[in-house]
């Protein structure tokens, strides 16, 4: 077994360090000097750039403008919405000195910009002709974590972040589900990611906010991944932060606020979601090489064949991301394994065979299958199959989300499955039973499913009466 | 007057007031609630993201590719390279508390990311196999001012900055004057700022580095702006940070590093050179709004207008960037002042003859002028009429520096000249002089230009023995 291939656990082994090892392994990021902070490497940044794109386009087409906001929040601003700073102060790292000396007021970097951005929004709004207000901005935020791991769960983490007014509490609604809408888009048209979309119970709601919607994914180990989340914030906001318009009535009203946002946790989603045995398996439409060529020559074979692939790089190279995978020091089973390790959906092999066919053989990353394709309709053939993976990619997540949805009447039942799933159920609606579920099992309420009502058949966790549908799982 | 238009204190009266008028009354960026700190607001941020768009295509082309270090570094780390913490440590930021608790060692908020980058670096290069190492980053920094003005110094800022590793030392002079040459094209081609490219002397280098490189741009009120530089570091931090790999030859060598930089410090420049007393004066190919469609109609004449305006956008939307203008509440004349402010390119104006005579009206925004445009061919002369206000807002700014690139031979000659502009005289090479003439004058050494000899006459300030030319001004 090759060296490459050796150094991962296997995934049906031990999930947790398969996934610390393809993270390392396949040059995704690294740990930075200072604990619970990584590095984001090239390889994984062109990801994230991938998803900036998608994003950016859709908050675009929906009127949305970028802009940044400070780093620093200063502690009385932090503290000026009730909810708001006691979920997010005991996660704050502080700023205390600057320019040699030290600072008056303490400023926080920020967890997240809702404070700063409501400071801002007080000002530039007077009336209803300065609404909505639709603001986006990508930045890092800081929550000193106790607990870390890369990408999931970072002290610092990249993210975008939505900050909307708007002048009734229909539109500021709207815009809440339209933007998770926009996040299902981005799961499903690109990362190839099924998720089942819903409410947070009031326990596991954003601080401050009114109603939490989030995407919830199935990780490849049984557990939930909240993958973005989009806030409706009624006017606890613009309340604590004096946002206020003269409507066309005359009368001064306080605005109806959103906030939205999606972070580099969504790489380790990726991963964790399509990773097999073998490494990382890239949808075709983020992955930073979509194609690798690799020759497979002996003596004297190597000259025709390495000619014939550099030729039929340039030929690929306008259709697809494409790598001729020339090196000398390594064999190719070495190449197979380190390129399948990084998750490049499509290998095209080509030996002297091959070029005596007229053909190259294509293995795909998705399915582990080779096929033959003829020479002269690469061009074609190659972004069909990319095509194909990227579906085939997602229905193999939606097969086993589908298997792994699983109803019940009593929370005992996911003990059977081992906790791996969502186990559907009803609930009473009551906080302590999702503590005392959460006591017991490590599983909590994901949310509240769009479109399901209870079944009637009693709370899964007391057996009091039904008040909710609700996916419970083990999350990360 | 209109009011918007009182609103700016006229350039020509009082520059720095103007500049201060504009960038807040044209919605460019507003103060945050911590002194020093800046909102970048959706307008100016649009600007920033044709910069981000052409450097990334540049720096892509050229074979580097983003990631992202963390924001924070710890104490240790950042004073490894003695020069470098010596130039940096008075204005950093310090993490004191995260978590609730105090940190064991404090945390830097970077100032820039040689130090975590040297790091990691040392950590990832093995073989020469694994150079160069091309990586660049999109990112804020922060360094605590003493002085802020917005976009030209803010106590946080965004940049990308560069880092690589080569190596030879040929490799990375070559790759810093690489980078050199992306700048310029960026001022050239995309903002229309002309620069003086050269090096900066012992004293203006940045912090560790063994030559620095800088563009300097002339302001509209006679003063330089340093607008990007780019590093040759040599082995310095090669050396502090254990940079080390096996050359083909089996010795094992320290890496040569180079470190490159353009910040949003690039929107100031961009309103210091081409503002004038009406407000800005934005370049067609980073203005957020190239075209603004004003219609010019009383009563009756209105509908017919308005339909025109509404058809001419969209004929012209899939060419540029265009709005109607189409606000009941204001009157032409406001609306005129209100799109110059913000430095609209081209103003099509659009009343009842006009309409009657198959035309509309452009005002050029660089000059001023207005003509009649035939109205079938409005998809072809609107487009060049924006080339030609690119050009033109080049050739201004050109015409301008050359007539503000003053030789002299004794530094009292700048005064003859208010001190505004760029001096062109000897140096002998000694920081007692630069110092002298800083004390007296508030001028510093911008840069020894690239491509010009000394002309033997002697130090502009001591008349001692010429050993470089240099360019002198007063600077932000």
Redesign the interface.
Known sequence: MDKVLKAITPKSEDFSQWYTDVVRKADLM?Y???KG??????YA??I??FIQKYLDARFQATGH??????????ET?LTREAEHVEGFS???????????EALSE??A?RPTSET?VG??YS??IHSYRDLPVL?NQW??V?R???ATRPFLRT??F?WQEGHTVHRTKAEALSETEQQLEAYRGLLHDLLAIPAVTGIKSAGERFAGAVQTYTLEALMGDGRALQAATSHFLGQNFAKAFNIQFLDEDGVLKHGWTTSWGASTRLLGGLIMVHGDDRGLRLPPLVAPIQVVIVPIAKGGSGEPVNAYCQKLKERLAPHVRVVFDARD?FTPGYKFNDWEMRGVPLRLEVGPRDLAAGQVTAARRDIGAKIALADGELEVTVPQLLEDIQKSLYEQASAKLRAESVPIHDYHEAMEHDRRGFFYGDWCGEQVCADRLQEETSMTIRCLPLGEEPEDSGCVICQGPSRHRAVFARAY
């Open positions: 690294d930075a000097p200072v902070f990584i590095v984001i490497r090239p940044y062109r994230w750039e403008e970028n802009a940044y906001f400070p780093l620093l929040i200063p601003l005991p996660e704050v790292a502080w700023v205390t000195v600057g320019g040699g303490r400023l970097i700063i400071e801002m000002r530039w603001i930045s890092n800081v000193w974590e106790k002290t610092e990249l020091e």
